[in-house]
């Protein structure tokens, strides 16, 4: 079992839906969590990180973390083709070691 | 968060010729990490560079494979050895966010090496 879990995609919707993209977890020792986007051939771009469970807010993202049943999820709000890109999970485990799933591939049609 | 630039941004080698890939940053680091991605697959960690010790290298990756080099609070160099088509794929280098950001990382744009 990977530590990291993410459904790979790909996942197309059309301009304006809300997107759902989901992770989950097998250690509970992991405490902070990330959100990546990543854009074809360009490096990891850090959207969000959260500690512990609970929301957190940026403008049409919204990270959410339910540390009860190991899971993470990133909501996009009003979501745009420029959204469209690979987006990453990510939990931090000891010694800065970031444990990664496998990435959900993004399209926002227009 | 931090301005993070690796050299080269691609490149195409053959097999059995080494790589040295390199990575500054545009403030002082603490942690500098080096990943791998590879073809469709997420990315994993290769090794952890602090300043001033040795690279403290994860499950399957080994020094003489991967030699780490970080000789400041900038800048790291990462060498892919003795080459072959596997390791083929996108090294990143990231930094952590320091300060109270220090439990996120930030990552360079990659380099994608092809190997022949």
């Known amino acids: 079992q990977k530590e990291v879990e993410q459904d790979p995609g790909p996942l197309s919707v059309p301009e304006g839906a809300i997107v759902s993209l989901n992770c989950t977890y097998s250690n509970s020792a992991f405490q902070y969590f990330m959100w990546y986007r990543q854009y074809s051939r360009k490096g990891p771009e850090l959207l969000m990180y959260t500690y512990s469970s609970g929301n957190k807010e940026d403008g049409r993202f919204t990270a959410q973390v339910d540390k009860s049943s190991k899971y993470i999820s990133l909501f996009i709000r009003d979501s745009q083709p420029s959204d469209s890109a690979t987006y990453l999970c990510?939990?931090?485990?000891?010694?800065?070691?970031?444990?990664f799933g496998q990435g959900t591939e993004l399209s926002v049609k227009p | 968060s931090a301005v993070i630039s690796q050299k080269p941004s691609r490149d195409i080698c053959q097999r059995g010729t080494s790589l040295t890939i390199q990575c500054q940053v545009d403030s002082q680091v603490t942690m500098m990490f080096w990943y791998r991605q590879q073809p469709g697959q997420s990315l994993t960690l290769i090794a952890t560079?602090?300043?001033?010790?040795?690279?403290?290298?994860e499950s399957g990756f080994v020094i003489d494979k991967f030699p780490i080099s970080r000789p400041n609070l900038t800048f790291s160099t990462l060498t892919v050895s003795n080459m072959s088509p596997e390791d083929s794929s996108i090294y990143l280098c990231?930094?952590?966010?320091?300060?109270?950001?220090?439990?996120?990382?930030?990552f360079g744009p990659g380099t994608r090496l092809t190997v022949l």
């Open positions: 990510a939990s931090l485990y000891q010694g800065g070691k970031l444990i």
């Open positions: 560079a602090n300043q001033g010790s040795e690279a403290t290298y």
């Open positions: 990231s930094v952590d966010g320091g300060g109270r950001a220090r439990d996120t990382q930030y």
